[in-house]
């Protein structure tokens, strides 16, 4: 059984209403702390964990469903927000 990701700052600080954030599924797990997820439309994006969530101990692997966050200047990229 796999314990769920405890919340981090960022949603504990109630910003999220401001910032759009879309649902996806890890496909890969990458070095140093990168990921591969596809999103719901099926977009392959390549993803870190959040700053404020570092501090999080959390195993992630694949088939885990994500909250990304989409970066503004490079929507190949993002940070992953919570774990679904």
């Known amino acids: 059984m796999r314990a769920s990701m405890p919340s ?3 949603w504990k600080e109630g910003r999220t209403e401001t910032e ?3 649902t996806g599924v890890i496909e890969a797990v990458l070095p140093r702390a990168m990921y591969r997820v596809r999103l719901s439309e099926g977009r392959l ?3 870190g964990v959040d700053a ?3 501090g999080t ?3 992630l692997i694949a088939g885990d469903r994500v909250g990304v966050r989409i970066a503004a200047r490079d929507p190949s990229r993002g940070q ?3 774990k679904l």
Request: hydrophobic content about 50%; proline content about 0%; glycine content about 0%.
């Open 45 to 47: 994006l390549r993803v």
């Open 80 to 82: 992953i927000v919570r």
């Open 57 to 59: 101990v959390v195993k």
């Open 52 to 54: 404020l969530c570092q």
């Open 20 to 22: 759009a954030t879309e």
């Open 8 to 10: 981090c700052r960022i």
